[in-house]
T-cell receptor, first 113, second 113 residues
Framework: GEDVEQSLFLSVREGDSSVINCTYT??????LYWYKQEPGAGLQLLTY?????DMKQDQRLTVLLNKKDKHLSLRIADTQTGDSAIYFC?????????????FGTGTRLQVTL | NAGVTQTPKFQVLKTGQSMTLQCAQD?????MSWYRQDPGMGLRLIHY???????DQGEVPNGYNVSRSTTEDFPLRLLSAAPSQTSVYFC????????????FGPGTRLTVL
């Protein structure tokens, strides 16, 4: 199966850390991705992690991967109002003819003052 | 570089009408794809292409046709619009070696009455 699941909504206060979680089912995924969608716009790649890594840090972003549990998380430190958006995790699945991305349902992050 | 462009931005159709959503990219990307985004369901892949003259079905292809006569363009045709096709449609492109790093267009919001 290729289901990727996320919780739909997360609210945090400005300055706190946000943790967005994702579970996936395809254990053969080579890379896992986090995309950000701001209101009225398309998705933009935020960061990604190779499947043989446990953690990747990129400035305020930390990605944690638990391959045994097929669990991916994105931590945003010092969350700002500009971080308010929908965050999608995605896994790359090889279909034989080409790889394709399977996206999660998206988590809407609301940052309050 | 304009990146990925989509037209129109908004469209209202009546049931049974046909139309074509346009997508173009100027990055010489081999891989292009169409997704639809519905609340609580994330992005679902409709059709994709790995190069000019090559297309394949995604997760939800019924009711849609695509063609890829050039590297730059990847139009999506709705043959006979139905209310269930009311959605936001995104086109995306990437190199074949970096499927996970897809560049998204701004989207087309389609309403079928």
């Amino acid at each position: 199966g290729e289901d990727v699941e996320q919780s739909l909504f997360l609210s945090v206060r400005e300055g706190d850390s946000s943790v967005i979680n994702c579970t996936y089912t395809d254990s053969s995924s080579t890379y896992l991705y986090w995309y950000k969608q701001e209101p009225g716009a398309g998705l933009q790649l935020l960061t990604y992690i190779f499947s043989n890594m446990d953690m990747k840090q990129d400035q305020r972003l930390t990605v944690l991967l638990n391959k045994k549990d097929k669990h991916l998380s994105l931590r945003i430190a010092d969350t700002q109002t500009g971080d308010s958006a929908i965050y999608f995790c995605a896994e790359s699945v090889n279909t034989g003819t080409a790889s394709k991305l399977t996206f999660g349902t998206g988590t809407r992050l609301q940052v309050t003052l | 570089n304009a990146g990925v462009t989509q037209t129109p931005k908004f469209q209202v159709l009546k049931t049974g009408q046909s139309m074509t959503l346009q997508c173009a990219q100027d990055m010489n990307h081999e891989y292009m794809s169409w997704y639809r985004q519905d609340p609580g369901m994330g992005l679902r892949l409709i059709h994709y292409s790995v190069g000019a003259g090559i297309t394949d079905q995604g997760e939800v292809p019924n009711g849609y046709n695509v063609s890829r006569s050039t590297t730059e363009d990847f139009p999506l045709r709705l043959l006979s619009a139905a209310p269930s096709q009311t959605s936001v449609y995104f086109c995306a492109s990437s190199t074949l070696g970096e499927i996970g790093e897809q560049f998204f267009g701004p989207g087309t919001r389609l309403t079928v009455l």
